[in-house]
């Protein structure tokens, strides 16, 4: 198994792509390549883990697995968006 991050993930048309760690080429990823319950979807930043194939029009990322969901540990960025008062701002 390989590492990555998703690049983009389009869930209306289902696929998108991964960047593999230290190269420089998109891998196609489609929906149905996803390896999870429930509803199949990966977000921009996602780290993710899978194989490569040789599809038809170029190299396809494939039974694509979130190390999130492996691990059981949250993203670094799962709470990106939360802000936090500075603690001299405390009266």
Avoid: C
Wanted: aromatic share 8%.
């Amino acid at each position: 198994m390989l590492n990555g991050k998703v690049k983009w993930f389009n869930n209306a048309k289902g696929y998108g792509f991964i960047l593999e760690e230290g190269k420089t080429e998109d891998l196609f990823a489609h929906y149905s390549a996803i390896q999870m319950d429930g509803y199949k979807t990966l977000k921009a930043g996602q780290t993710v883990s899978f194989d490569i194939i040789q599809g038809p029009k170029g190299l396809h990322a494939v039974n694509i697995s979130s190390t999130t969901a492996r691990t059981g540990e949250p993203a670094k960025d799962a709470h990106a968006t939360e802000q936090h008062a500075p603690e001299h701002a405390h009266a």
